[in-house]
């Protein structure tokens, strides 16, 4: 009897485990600072960046097809390097500079119906189903807000506060002249004793330089990513950041 009852909290505990498994892992190749996804789009191969700062779900780039891509909204077939495939709204990538051989983007409004953990140390980002507690970051989450779909966080620094956007899409982190420790532009500046809700965080060099963005200060992109397991709770609208060790 006593063997029987060991052998069902196992099985219950085993089931525990699975149930915290994620849905998706999107490996990644780190190219000019950037997570690049290989993926198929129409059964095309094409590479796209994990893009926290894009707004779409899928965003193609004018000549992809020459014949098709003019259209916004068009779905797309996108074969995921799990093999997972979805049916995604597609829309023109309108940026002005688009990096060679980057396709589009596979953005926020995709990515946030999943709970995100991005591990820039294994080249991974594993998406949870929403909402779901994986335990994957020990730090205490902080309050997570949006910018239209792009989230931000709170840091304080010398006292005075920094909103500061999440964007795997930039391959820096970027602050705005004129706030603290950024005078000059194309100058590099860190924010050594920032925290986020009393934890102190280093978000790592800051290149100074305008930014089309209003009421932000700023965009943690590369160097922030590349230091901190980042886990993004967009159903609760948290975020915690473990420093890789």
């Not at 989450?141 to 949006?146: E, G, N, Y």
């Not at 330089?209 to 160097?223: C, S």
Request: overall charge neutral.
């Amino acid at each position: 009897m006593k063997a029987a009852v060991v052998a069902l909290f196992a099985l219950l505990a085993s089931a525990g485990a699975r149930a915290l498994e994620p849905e998706r892992v999107l490996p990644f190749e780190l190219r000019q600072q950037l997570p690049l996804l290989s993926v198929q789009v129409d059964d095309r191969p094409a590479t796209l960046i994990l893009d926290l700062g894009g707004a779409a779900p899928l965003a193609l780039r004018p000549d992809w097809p020459a014949d098709e891509a003019k259209t916004d909204a068009r779905s797309k077939r996108v074969r995921l390097p799990g093999g997972e495939l979805e049916t995604l709204p597609a829309t023109v990538w309108k940026k002005t500079t688009i990096p060679p051989g980057i396709d589009g983007y596979l953005g926020f409004a995709y990515l946030q119906r999943f709970n995100l953990v991005f591990d820039y140390a294994k080249r991974q980002a594993r998406l949870y189903p929403r909402g779901a507690a994986h335990g994957e970051c020990r730090a205490t989450p902080v309050a997570l807000s949006r910018l239209g779909s792009l989230p931000y966080v709170q840091f304080d620094y010398s006292g005075q506060t920094l909103l500061m956007g999440l964007d795997t899409g930039a391959n820096q982190n970027l602050i705005k002249p004129g706030r603290p420790g950024a005078v000059l532009s194309d100058k590099t500046r860190s924010l050594d004793g920032a925290s986020l809700a009393g934890q102190r965080t280093a978000p790592g060099p800051l290149l100074v330089m305008e930014l089309p963005i209003p009421t932000l200060d700023g965009l943690l992109g590369y160097d922030f990513f590349a230091h901190y397991r980042v886990c993004l709770d967009p159903a609760a609208n948290t975020l915690a950041a473990d420093a890789f060790e």
